[in-house]
């Protein structure tokens, strides 16, 4: 008798770190989700966040360049309040996805990776389209907000080879 023993194979680190951080990044989508869609949390937050801009646009002066920042970044987040609902489902369900997806690239299978994009992906579609275009600081955080989906998408793509 021959003792044969199969190996699975082994999941290289790179992977486990990024799955493990898109765990945790789906974890805050799904709360984030729930939050939004069931909850008066962002109305609750918009009105803190007038009043913090409020005081801080009395101290800072109308003038100065911080101001416009300011009221574009109040502007956005009275948008993000409107859509909360559809924002809120779409989070969970692109969330959801998205963890199926990261928990089948956990075991090293590669349908993970496109059920992980078409999440990624869909995610970005819905926020650029109900929230649509805004000032500096709206580009920019939607510009690192795809920086880092297209960073993920790659590392994840270079982990492909070793999925079946």
């Not at 021959?2 to 999941?11: E, F, G, L, Q, V």
């Not at 489902?89 to 199926?100: D, E, H, P, R, T």
């Not at 090293?108 to 926020?127: H, I, N, Q």
Request: charged share 15%; aromatic share 10%; with cysteine.
């Amino acid at each position: 008798m021959s003792d044969m023993t199969m190996d699975a194979p082994k999941r290289p680190t790179l992977l486990t770190v990024i799955c493990i951080l898109s765990f945790l990044g789906g974890a805050l989508g799904l709360w984030e989700g729930y939050k939004n869609a069931f909850t008066d949390a962002p109305a609750r937050d918009l009105e803190a966040a007038k009043v913090q801009v409020q005081e801080s646009l009395e101290q800072l002066g109308a003038d100065n360049p911080m101001a416009g920042m300011m009221e574009e970044t109040l502007a956005i987040a009275e948008k993000s309040v409107e859509n909360a609902k559809t924002l809120g489902y779409s989070n969970l369900a692109f969330s959801l996805i998205s963890l199926v997806g990261v928990w089948m690239m956990w075991n090293l299978k590669k349908t993970g990776f496109w059920l992980y994009l078409l999440a990624s992906v869909g995610g970005l579609v819905v926020m650029f389209s109900v929230l649509g275009g805004g000032g500096l600081f709206a580009n920019i955080t939607s510009i690192v907000a795809v920086i880092i989906t297209v960073v993920f998408i790659i590392l994840y793509g270079v982990n492909l080879k070793h999925m079946r």
